[in-house]
């Protein structure tokens, strides 16, 4: 081999050698098993986006289940160990207390309304910028898990008065807790794996889920009725670690953060024909499944956003929740204005 040729090739090997190690790792993290889901099909999109878009710079790694809690994610992803995850809301409420204000009952009327409000409104401009000086955490993206409903054993749940007496299966939140009260519900925190046995002997009369999870969680193949008051929405929040966004160069940064938005409306279109999908596959099980109309909600409304709104007031501070609430209202109005 002549020296010139030989000269070449050594340079395109340290080439080669060099991209390669230049290549930046973004490890996207999440509790979820890999499967056939919205979740999964909206990461793999997001790595496939990605590393075309960015022109093979970010290598994009994705971890599914056995890597932590929704907690640990964030912790992991707050110091670099992961690059990117997505949560629920309620994750993030052990590093801001205050993203608490997103499960006040009946928040948002629609997915639309809190879509519209999550990436247009300007408190959430300022919410964004102080989760990541007090958390350490980056939102950027938004999507949704659903509504969570009322099931039971007893009886349609069609107005507030209906909940009167059940003995309803809660989570261990202050929040939940003060929703069922309101509504002069018996709260029982039981544990999730023990909450569909605990419907079948009558420890309980029922509880409330998304669609997903009365079926997934044995609930539908043990109550009688569900009712689509959709007290509470979930939304999902998609993380990166600050340090990891800046340090990437223009192309790659602009490949991650339209990454993100490829991955929200996947997750929104899968989640959202889930949702019928489930609560279709709950009435073919035998489920009497009660549609609540907005008439119904807004009395639902009326009986338990004060209360929970004290409570939440006194946590977080009323100007906060006040405002915030306020904001909402403001985003329903414009997209929902009355005749």
């Known amino acids: 081999m002549s020296k010139m040729r030989m000269t070449l090739v050594t340079a395109m090997a340290a080439a080669a050698f060099g991209g390669a190690a230049q290549a930046e790792t973004l490890r996207f993290a999440t509790t979820l098993p890999e499967a056939d889901n919205p979740e999964t099909r909206a990461m793999q999109a997001f790595e496939q986006y990605v590393e075309f878009h960015s022109g093979g710079d970010i290598d994009v790694q994705l971890l599914h289940g056995g890597v932590g809690g929704d907690r640990e994610l964030l912790e992991n992803v707050r110091n670099g160990i992961f690059q990117m995850t997505a949560t629920t809301d309620g994750a993030l409420a052990s590093f801001y207390p205050k993203v608490q204000v997103f499960s006040t009952p009946y928040l948002f009327s629609s997915v639309r309304s809190a879509m519209t409000f999550m990436n247009e409104a300007e408190v959430m401009d300022e919410f964004v910028a102080d989760v990541e000086d007090t958390a350490g955490l980056r939102i950027v993206g ?7 409903n009322f099931v039971n054993n007893e009886r349609p749940i069609e107005g507030p008065d209906d909940v009167q007496g059940l003995k309803l299966r ?24 023990e909450s569909a046995m605990a419907i079948r002997q009558g420890v309980v009369d029922g509880g409330e889920n998304p669609p997903s999870t009365v079926i997934n969680g044995g609930w539908a193949e043990v109550i009688d009725y569900m009712s689509l008051d959709e007290h509470i929405f979930s939304a999902v929040f998609a993380y990166a670690n600050p340090d990891f966004i800046d340090g990437l160069n223009d192309q790659s940064r602009r490949a991650v953060l339209d990454g ?4 929200s409306s996947i997750m929104l279109a899968g989640k959202g024909q889930g949702y019928l999908d489930d609560t279709q596959r709950i009435r073919d099980m035998g489920v009497e499944v009660y549609v609540n109309d907005a008439e119904q909600k807004a009395a639902f409304r009326e009986r338990t956003q004060a209360p929970v709104i004290d409570f939440l007031s006194g946590e977080l501070g009323a100007d906060y929740v006040e405002g915030f609430i306020a904001a909402v209202d403001e985003v329903e109005a414009e997209l929902y204005p009355s005749e």
């Open 260 to 263: 993100v938005q490829l991955y």
């Open 170 to 193: 809660s989570m261990e939140s202050p929040v939940m807790i003060s929703l069922m009260e309101s509504l002069g519900a018996a709260p029982t925190p039981i544990p999730f794996p």
């Open 142 to 148: 938004y999507a949704a898990d659903g509504f969570r």
